[in-house]
């Protein structure tokens, strides 16, 4: 289902995430086979070579790991920011799905840290689309900080995060990543903080339903 290019792209991304929960050895070999297809689509390489460094091989992942911090551990120089904290980003994703989540937090503050850093330079017109991103960044680091408990650090991440136009408190409901959040006892109070944020001026709040 996964390589099968016919079928719907939703429909093989959850042939994908089906395939990190249930995988096993056995598969090994063929996932191996898999990734010598010369004509494979970037994405669901992406998707085997995670696999892979989950049932234990990471040649693949340490690889491309490896190349992309040749372009994240540049100095920073006008030229050369755009391409790192593209870097960076493929970086965070990378390291987070592998279940590294020290090192993908890291990542996601440095990318912050130069995020805030360019804003401060860039053309008014630029200031606005690069803080709407810097927000966004905030729930990667939210989700990598519920994974790894850091509960409080999580929260304050998450409510960053929901500046950003893309980020939506509906998104946080139902996220697998954040369920730690949706359990912890502040989760009822600061919810309801959130929805009075963000509710229309006058409109009664309602409750909210919560997938685990």
């Not at 996964?2 to 090994?28: C, F, G, H, I, W």
């Not at 593209?86 to 390291?95: I, M, P, T, V, Y």
């Not at 927000?135 to 994974?147: D, F, G, P, S």
Request: aromatic share 4%.
């Amino acid at each position: 289902m996964l390589r099968d290019e016919d079928r719907p792209l939703s429909e093989r991304r959850r042939a994908a995430n089906a395939l990190q929960d249930v995988a096993t050895a056995e598969l090994v070999v063929p996932l191996q086979q898999v990734m010598g297809d010369l004509l494979l689509e970037p994405w669901v390489e992406t998707e085997v070579g995670l696999l892979l460094a989950r049932l234990g091989h990471r040649q693949f992942l340490d690889r491309w790991l490896q190349q992309v911090r040749r372009i994240s551990d540049q100095t920073p120089t006008t030229a050369s920011l755009a391409q790192i904290l593209e870097a960076l980003s493929q970086l965070g994703d990378l390291q987070f799905r592998s279940d590294d989540l020290a090192a993908a937090s890291a990542t996601h503050r440095r990318r912050i840290a130069l995020t805030e850093d360019l804003i401060a330079r860039v053309h008014a017109n630029w200031k606005q689309p690069l803080s709407d991103e810097l927000w966004a960044i905030h729930y990667n680091l939210a989700c990598c900080l519920a994974r790894s408990n850091n509960i409080n650090g999580a929260f304050q991440a998450l409510e960053k995060s929901l500046r950003a136009p893309t980020i939506q408190l509906s998104m946080v409901l139902v996220d697998g990543d954040l369920k730690s959040l949706r359990q912890d006892p502040i989760w009822p109070t600061w919810l309801a903080q959130q929805q009075k944020k963000t509710a229309p001026e006058g409109a009664a709040s309602q409750e909210s339903v919560v997938v685990d």
